[in-house]
């Protein structure tokens, strides 16, 4: 069946690095964007980055530009999230989610990823 | 960037009717989708574009769209639609970015 499993919870000191992956299965895996959310304790969710599987090509909102970095990896069907700089407020769980294809003007996310926490402390 | 805006808290009785509300700039041009998360599980969508569910999804949810309004309705809430949801749409400035609104927590009574 269609889904996105990533890796596994991460505990890391302030000023660290943190990677999460997300594998797809199920279908072609260069055929549907990934974005990224992210969750604090407690919070909503908050939309944070995007790749395109096929190119490499990515995004992120302004406050981790120059902080994150998204790869593919086509022969293993994962993308990878990097966080650099780690702070104590970036404690979150971190989701990945397929764009779904629809043909109206719009964004879905079909499928999820079950989410990776990712705890920030010293 | 766009911000989407939510009622945070609301409440429904049993079997009743609530109407969730997303609004933004953005949804002039863009459907919200709208996604119900559980405490401790991930979102699931649940309505998307004009008013369109994902297989599996019952049809007491449906969605409406006017102006720079989403709607979200649960027609005959059942205690098991105790959630947070979520809406999200496309950025104005940049249809690659996207937006969540900050997600209204359902009670059913």
């Known amino acids: 069946q269609v889904q996105l499993v990533q890796s596994g919870a991460e505990v890391k000191k302030p000023g660290a690095s943190v990677k999460v992956s997300c594998e797809a299965s199920?279908?072609?895996?260069?055929?549907?964007?990934i974005h990224w959310a992210r969750q604090a304790p407690g919070q909503g969710l908050e939309w944070i980055a995007w790749?395109?599987?096929?190119?490499?090509?990515?995004n992120s909102i302004q406050k981790f530009q120059g902080r994150m970095t998204m790869t593919r990896d086509k022969s293993i069907s994962t993308v990878t999230m990097e966080l650099r700089g780690l702070k104590s407020d970036d404690t979150a769980i971190f989701y990945c989610?397929?764009?779904?294809?629809?043909?109206?003007?719009?964004?879905?996310?079909?499928?999820w990823g079950q989410g990776t926490m990712v705890t920030v402390s010293s | 960037s766009s911000e989407l805006t939510q009622d945070p808290v609301m409440s429904v009785a049993l079997g009743q009717t609530i109407e969730i509300t997303c609004q933004g700039d953005?949804?002039?041009?863009?459907?919200a989708s709208w996604y119900q998360q559980k405490p401790g599980q991930a979102p699931i969508l649940i309505i998307y574009?004009?008013?369109d569910r994902p297989s599996g999804i019952p049809d007491r949810f449906s969605g409406s769209n006017s102006g720079n309004t989403a709607s979200l309705t649960i027609t005959g809430a059942q205690a098991e639609d105790e959630a947070d949801y979520y809406c999200?749409?496309?950025?104005?400035?940049?249809?690659?970015?996207?937006?969540f609104g900050g997600g209204t927590k359902l009670t059913v009574l």
């Open positions: 999200i749409s496309r950025d104005t400035t940049d249809n690659h970015l996207a937006v």
């Open positions: 790749i395109n599987p096929d190119t490499g090509s990515s």
């Open positions: 199920g279908y072609s895996f260069s055929d549907y964007y």
């Open positions: 989610a397929r764009v779904m294809r629809t043909a109206v003007a719009g964004i879905a996310f079909d499928v």
């Open positions: 574009g004009k008013n």
């Open positions: 953005s949804l002039r041009n863009y459907y």
